[in-house]
């Protein structure tokens, strides 16, 4: 029931493409949804996070599409670079501040 | 304002020994954690703290780790004796409210 399942694991996508990482959970208690992006070498970073009261939230290249009653979330890269080739965390957190995270996707952007 | 704070960033023992690691937090941030990444997955949440108190650690090895928070402030996370499924990456975070801030990491690699 903690669980965060995170797919796919691998991600290759073309320069200029979108890239679509899916995660589900089953608590209902989470009530905080961020994503992280991990470099090589680096702690994780804060990309975007959502609560569950929106449906969707965009910044920038990135948008958390968010489904309550699915229990599921998604990240979109809108045309993506290069530099976004890292490893992507989805999580989710309590109000106590324990934070759930998936597996991890490595993804790759092909120049 | 400066980041997370850990060291050392590497460390090779051999199994049975023992292992410290450190971590100082951004200044003001109430919350610590300490996780254990394991390469290819996502990280594991081994302790947090709020402030000097221990707010979960319910998936810390008890029997061979230990952490500590003395004055709010710094942390330790010691395991003692290594095995060799503790070779990981150890990171440590500090968040002010739901953001975690992390650091680079310790690699750990027990032989």
């Known amino acids: 029931q903690q669980q965060v399942k995170q797919s796919p694991q691998s991600l290759i996508v073309q320069k200029g493409g979108i890239s679509i990482i899916n995660c589900a959970y089953e608590?209902?208690?989470?009530?905080?949804f961020p994503w992280y992006q991990q470099f090589p070498g680096k702690g994780p970073a804060l990309l975007i996070a959502i609560r569950p009261d929106v449906s969707e939230k965009k910044e920038g290249r990135f948008t958390i599409s968010f489904n309550k009653s699915a229990k599921q979330f998604s990240l979109h890269i809108m045309d993506s670079q290069p530099g976004d080739s890292a490893t992507y965390f989805c999580?989710?957190?309590?109000?106590?501040?324990?934070?759930?995270f998936g597996a991890g996707t490595r993804l790759f952007v092909k120049a | 304002e400066a980041g997370v704070a850990q060291s050392p960033r590497y460390k090779i023992i051999e199994k049975r020994q023992s292992v410290a690691f450190w971590c100082n937090p951004i200044?003001?941030?109430?919350?610590l954690y300490w996780y254990q990444q394991i390469l290819g997955q996502g990280p594991k949440l081994l302790i947090q703290?709020?402030?000097?108190?221990?707010?979960?650690d319910s998936q810390l090895p008890k029997d061979r780790f230990s952490a500590e928070r003395l004055k709010g402030v710094d942390s330790t996370l010691k395991i003692q004796p290594a095995k060799l499924e503790d070779s990981a990456v150890y990171l440590c975070a500090s968040s002010l409210l739901n953001t975690q801030y992390f650091g680079p990491g310790t690699r750990l690699t027990v032989l």
């Open positions: 703290f709020q402030n000097n108190g221990v707010v979960d």
């Open positions: 200044s003001g941030h109430a919350t």
């Open positions: 608590n209902t208690a989470f009530d905080y």
């Open positions: 999580a989710a957190m309590t109000g106590g501040f324990k934070t759930i």
